[in-house]
């Protein structure tokens, strides 16, 4: 991306909301409610030891998914996990051009027409 800058600016215009995952923000359990009552678009920015100040000021919400070292892609499950209040794994996609059937072993793929 050439500017994220503008890229979370314009986000922000178009109505949707910038959420900061960082380990110096509010508690999640303290703001999941108020996010998902908004009812919008999410842009998520997944921050690590190098984000710049200006994404902490202007992101809508710096969210602490715990205040020690964690990896960026625990933090993104985690949150998900708390905006789909679990309901993630059973989420269907209409559209879906493979389904992964669940197995016990093994793999089972069903490619849909």
């Given at each position: 991306?050439?500017?994220?800058?503008?890229?979370?600016?314009?986000?922000?215009?178009?109505?949707?909301?910038?959420?900061?995952?960082?380990?110096?923000?509010?508690?999640?359990?303290?703001?999941?409610?108020?996010?998902?009552?908004?009812?919008?678009?999410?842009?998520?920015?997944?921050?690590?030891?190098?984000?710049?100040?200006?994404?902490?000021?202007?992101?809508?919400?710096?969210?602490?998914?715990?205040?020690?070292?964690?990896?960026?892609?625990?933090?993104?499950?985690?949150?998900?996990?708390?905006?789909y209040k679990g309901g993630e794994l059973n989420i269907q996609f209409s559209?879906?051009?493979?389904?992964?059937?669940?197995?016990?072993?093994?793999?089972?793929?069903?490619?849909?027409?």
């Amino acid at each position: 991306m050439k500017n994220p800058k503008s890229f979370v600016e314009k986000w922000k215009r178009d109505g949707g909301i910038v959420v900061h995952l960082t380990m110096y923000g509010l508690p999640i359990d303290n703001v999941i409610d108020r996010i998902n009552s908004e009812n919008k678009k999410i842009l998520i920015i997944v921050g690590s030891e190098k984000v710049e100040g200006w994404f902490y000021y202007n992101s809508d919400y710096n969210i602490a998914i715990g205040n020690q070292p964690h990896s960026e892609v625990a933090a993104l499950a985690i949150f998900l996990d708390r905006i789909y209040k679990g309901g993630e794994l059973n989420i269907q996609f209409s559209d879906a051009k493979l389904s992964i059937i669940p197995q016990e072993k093994g793999k089972k793929v069903i490619k849909n027409e």
